[in-house]
């Protein structure tokens, strides 16, 4: 697998975290092409117009867009945030009978279109939909994935950058399973710089504790409410997850991300998409299995794992 050339991105779903996601890639110049496609006409007309307009300021990426499916071909990545969204109070698992429904349509028609893209499903509740997604198309499974909880992880390391007086980049921490109420931190590898979580000492002279950490997983697991409660949908920092990811794939990065494919075999785990370190590039996303977590971390593995498996089988009764 190599860089991918005159690259191109569609985003399917010009709402909130459509449009972010296309706007970010633009600023980002994550591909030379970033299209626009949503069922709903002028909303994204309208959406393409306002990112053209800027094109001046932002480098050698461009933006097309439409309502006919030829906006889609020639894509490298396909970004699926298509859908209902959560709303205030709701839970992104009451949101999957909609959002089944819309995939189990669209999937097949766009890979008619672009059948050689890798395709990033954010649209929740998104581990459940990419098995769905997966099975609709027959897709091998690296080619397929959720954005999970690269969102989360994000969440999770600003966090804990504000405490222990560190930029976000310096934290390496990552929050795994499903994108959604049963997430969890892999707190055992968590370390700042190189120095383990529970050793670093902050600005403050004091170190964080076992109950606090418990406390930062708590708000960033919730993070999502909070900001829908507020503004009625999360969108900025969705967008530049996932304008990561779309670089990730089209730079050939070998990027290691918490990303959610189907899982076969890891740490016990097959049939489920759960999100776990894995190495995104231009052939995909595959699952590092030499990630090791400690037996609290698996159980919670599992558990994550038994309650997507609730959900899916939910949606096939
Ligand atoms: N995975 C994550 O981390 C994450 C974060 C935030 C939001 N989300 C999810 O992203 C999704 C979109 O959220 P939003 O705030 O942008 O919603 P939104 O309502 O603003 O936009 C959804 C868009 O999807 C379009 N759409 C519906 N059916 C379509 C179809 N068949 N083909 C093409 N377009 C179609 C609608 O016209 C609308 O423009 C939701 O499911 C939300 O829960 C995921």
Not at 53 to 64: A, E, L, P, V
Not at 235 to 254: M, P, V, W
Request: glycine letters at 10%; charged letters at 20%.
């Amino acid at each position: 697998m190599a860089v991918i050339e005159n690259s191109k991105v569609t985003i399917v779903g010009a709402g909130s975290v459509g449009s972010s996601a296309a706007y970010a890639s633009l600023i980002r110049g994550s591909a030379r092409h970033v299209a626009l496609y949503d069922i709903a006409t002028q909303k994204v007309e309208a959406e393409v117009l306002d990112l053209a307009h800027g094109t001046q300021f932002t480098g050698s990426s461009d933006i097309t867009g439409g309502s006919d499916l030829a906006v889609v071909e020639g894509s490298h990545v396909v970004v699926i945030t298509a859908g209902a969204k959560q709303d205030p109070g709701q839970t992104r698992t009451e949101l999957a009978g909609v959002n089944a429904g819309i995939m189990r349509k669209m999937m097949p028609r766009l890979l008619e279109v672009a059948p050689d893209a890798i395709y990033v499903i954010v649209t929740n509740p998104c581990d459940v939909l990419t098995v769905l997604a997966q099975k609709e198309t027959g897709l091998p499974p690296e080619k397929i994935f959720a954005s999970g909880t690269v969102l989360d992880t994000s969440r999770l390391r600003w966090k804990l950058g504000q405490r222990a007086g560190v930029s976000t980049s310096s934290v390496h921490a990552y929050i795994v399973g499903e994108h959604g109420d049963t997430e969890f931190p892999l707190w055992s590898k968590a370390t700042i710089g190189t120095v383990p979580i529970l050793d670093w000492v902050t600005p403050r002279g004091d170190r964080l504790t076992v109950e606090e950490l418990d406390q930062i997983a708590v708000d960033v697991r919730d993070a999502a409410y909070k900001v829908i409660q507020g503004k009625g949908a999360t969108n900025y920092a969705i967008g530049l997850s996932t304008a990561r990811i779309i670089e990730a794939i089209l730079n050939d990065e070998r990027a290691v991300m918490p990303v959610s494919p189907v899982l076969d075999g890891f740490h016990g785990v097959s049939g489920v998409a759960l999100s776990v370190p894995s190495v995104v590039s231009s052939a995909g996303a595959a699952p590092i299995v030499e990630t090791q977590f400690d037996e609290r971390e698996l159980d919670l593995f599992h558990r994550s794992a038994a309650a997507l498996r609730d959900v899916a089988d939910s949606l096939r009764g």
